[in-house]
C-alpha cells in the first residue's frame, strides 16, 4: 500500500511554515516528466489498464478562511492552513489574491477501486465580490514542494468556484523517468461532484 497523504498530519501537528520539501535523490533526479514548463502542468496518464475510481468513506468538519484582499480572517489560526491555501493558489493564478476571497478547506478519506484508502483535502474558493467572478485562463496540475510526498493539486472550476484536490498520486516508471498519475475525469466525478453547492453555496 503506498504511503499515506502527509498534508492532513503537516497541518495539525506543525501548524507553523512548512519545511522543505525532502526527496530521495534518486526521485528528484529522475522525475523530470514532473517539471513541464513554468506552471509545473502534467498531461493525463495513460496506457493503465484500470482507471481508478473513488468513493468518499468520512470527511472531517469544514475549515473557513476569509481573504480580504490583503490578510486573512479571522487572523489567528493554524498556519499550515493558511500556508496550504497561499501556496496551492499562487499555483493557480496569483491574481486571485487582489480580491477578497472565501475558502473552504476539508480533509476526506476515500476508498479507491483497488482496495485502498487515501486521504485527499479538498480546498474551495469563491470571490467574496459580488462585483466579480472567478474566472481561469487553464486548469491543470501542480506540485507542492513543501510537502513529503510530494503532493500534488489538480485544479476544476465549476460556476465561478475553485475546487483543488490535494493529494499523493501512485507514481509509474517510464523511460525517461517517474511520472504521476493523475486522473481527473475520476477525481472530478468522485471526489469534486458530490461537494459542489455543498461546501461554498451559491
Known amino acids: 500500500m503506498k504511503n499515506n497523504f502527509t498534508i492532513r498530519l503537516k497541518r495539525q501537528t506543525l501548524c507553523t511554515a512548512l519545511s522543505a520539501c525532502t526527496l530521495s535523490p534518486c526521485l528528484a533526479q529522475t522525475a523530470r516528466p514532473l517539471n513541464l514548463g513554468q506552471d509545473g502542468m502534467l498531461t493525463d496518464s495513460i496506457l493503465r489498464l484500470q482507471t481508478p475510481r473513488y468513493q468518499v468513506i468520512s470527511a472531517k468538519d469544514n475549515i473557513k478562511l476569509h481573504w480580504t484582499g490583503k490578510t486573512f480572517r479571522p487572523p489567528k489560526g493554524c ?3 493558511r500556508h496550504l491555501v497561499t501556496s496551492s493558489l499562487e499555483k493557480v493564478d ?11 478547506i476539508k480533509d476526506i478519506e476515500v476508498n479507491n477501486n483497488g482496495g485502498e484508502q487515501e486521504q485527499m483535502t479538498i480546498l474551495a474558493v469563491k470571490s467574496a465580490d459580488k462585483g466579480w467572478k472567478i474566472s481561469l485562463s487553464h486548469t491543470g496540475w501542480f506540485m507542492l514542494k513543501e510537502y513529503i510526498g510530494p503532493a500534488f493539486g489538480t485544479t476544476f472550476l465549476v460556476d465561478n468556484c475553485i475546487y483543488i484536490i490535494i493529494f499523493t498520486p501512485m507514481w509509474k516508471t517510464e523511460w525517461n523517468g517517474l511520472s504521476a498519475e493523475i486522473y481527473r475525469k475520476a477525481l472530478y466525478h468522485d471526489v469534486v461532484k458530490p461537494f459542489i453547492g455543498k461546501l461554498l453555496p451559491q
Open 94 to 104: 496569483n491574481k486571485l489574491f487582489t480580491h477578497p476571497l472565501s475558502i473552504i
Open 79 to 81: 498556519e499550515g492552513d
